[in-house]
């Protein structure tokens, strides 16, 4: 059974970057099978797509968001990551990351999430 | 992008009662239409795939129908377990999208 765990800096302050790490276990981050997503979710408020991987080179971004994130993967390390640059106090929230299937689109495994605030 | 507006944002509802939420696409998505449960501090949970299939694991009392842009999610006789806000979800095109949400209370 894959599980995902987010991890990263807790507290960004604004004009920063904010970086997280997803480690995937129990399955093969290269199997070519998945994308790999980040979502976030601002405190009461609704789920927010950010963007997926499925290689190195294969990335979709939310064009809301495209302008400041990038998504990349090391498979050496069996991770995936999230950068997004010029944070405000808008980009607080908790920031998941999960896996969805190449032809099942869906988001179907979550890691338990991590709460990001921006703040100086 | 596909917008997707449930309703209604909040319900108040006894044990044993039914529930239904409806989600509306802005444009027709087929059948790429799912459904998620997410208790408070928890991550989002799967209960409906593909408008109607269900997930294993997942109660019987929860089933889906709809397809093109009207959805609806029924929870058949609400338990205090179900007490969680749910979401729709549309994985037809990118970027994917999310509702607003809908919150059940058990009264």
């Known amino acids: 059974q894959v599980q995902l765990q987010e991890s990263g800096p807790g507290l960004v302050k604004p004009s920063q970057t904010l970086s997280l790490t997803c480690t995937v276990s129990?399955?093969?981050?290269?199997?070519?099978?998945?994308?790999w997503n980040w979502i976030r979710q601002p405190a009461g408020k609704a789920l927010e797509w950010i963007g997926r991987?499925?290689?190195?080179?294969?990335?979709n971004y939310n064009p809301s968001l495209r302008s400041r994130v990038t998504i990349s993967v090391d498979t050496s390390k069996n991770q995936f990551s999230l950068n997004l640059s010029s944070v405000t106090a808008a980009d607080t929230a908790v920031y998941y990351c999960a896996r969805g299937g190449v032809f099942d689109w869906l988001p179907l495994e979550w890691g338990p999430g991590t709460l990001v605030t921006v703040s100086s | 992008e596909v917008v997707l507006t449930q309703s209604p944002d909040f319900q108040s509802v006894t044990p044993k009662e039914k529930v239904t939420i409806t989600c509306r696409a802005s444009?027709?998505?087929?059948?790429?239409l799912h459904w998620y449960q997410q208790k408070p501090d928890q991550s989002p949970k799967l209960v409906i795939k593909?408008?109607?299939q269900s997930i294993s694991g997942v109660p019987s009392r929860f089933s889906g129908s709809g397809s093109g842009t009207d959805f609806t999610l029924t929870i058949k006789s609400l338990e205090a377990e179900d007490a969680a806000a749910y979401y729709c979800?549309?994985?037809?095109?990118?970027?994917?999208?999310f509702g607003g949400g809908t919150k059940v209370e058990i009264k």
């Open positions: 444009q027709s998505i087929g059948s790429s």
């Open positions: 979800h549309q994985s037809s095109s990118l970027p994917l999208t």
């Open positions: 129990g399955g093969s981050i290269s199997s070519g099978s998945h994308y």
């Open positions: 991987i499925y290689t190195s080179d294969n990335t």
């Open positions: 593909y408008a109607s």
